[in-house]
Nanobody, 123 residues
């Protein structure tokens, strides 16, 4: 069982930056792929970014490519999502998820989820 806690969300003006953290307790995150997802009001949850177990492979949704960066700190058992150039359309509840042994962006393949952290971008 992996327990995930997201942090780092908040209110920021358009063009600003935030760094989200996903801290894990239990098995090390380096055993699994990790994904970041988001859900805006009235919309389905979508994949934002993902990183493979060995951190060699990453994925970014087209809407965030070039602005967001996913990374790991193995020693801290934490995965980060650096978000630069934020836009109002990035406003959403952001979740991290893990437990997938293979690299994937499919939500159904991630059994462990955090509670989410709210990101609000004002125009």
């Amino acid at each position: 069982q992996v327990h995930l806690v997201e942090s780092g969300g908040g209110l920021v003006q358009a063009g600003g930056s935030l760094r989200l953290s996903c801290a894990a307790s239990g098995p090390t995150l380096s055993s699994y792929a990790v994904g970041w997802f988001r859900q805006a009001p009235g919309k389905a949850r979508e994949s934002v970014a993902a990183i493979s177990r060995n951190s060699i492979t990453t994925y970014y949704a087209n809407s965030v490519k070039g602005r967001f960066t996913i990374s790991r700190d193995i020693g801290k058992n934490t995965v980060y999502l650096q978000m630069n150039g934020l836009r109002p359309e990035d406003t959403a509840l952001y979740y991290c998820a893990t437990g997938a042994h293979s690299f994937t962006t499919a939500q159904a393949m991630y059994p462990y989820w955090g509670q989410g952290t709210q990101v609000t971008v004002s125009s």
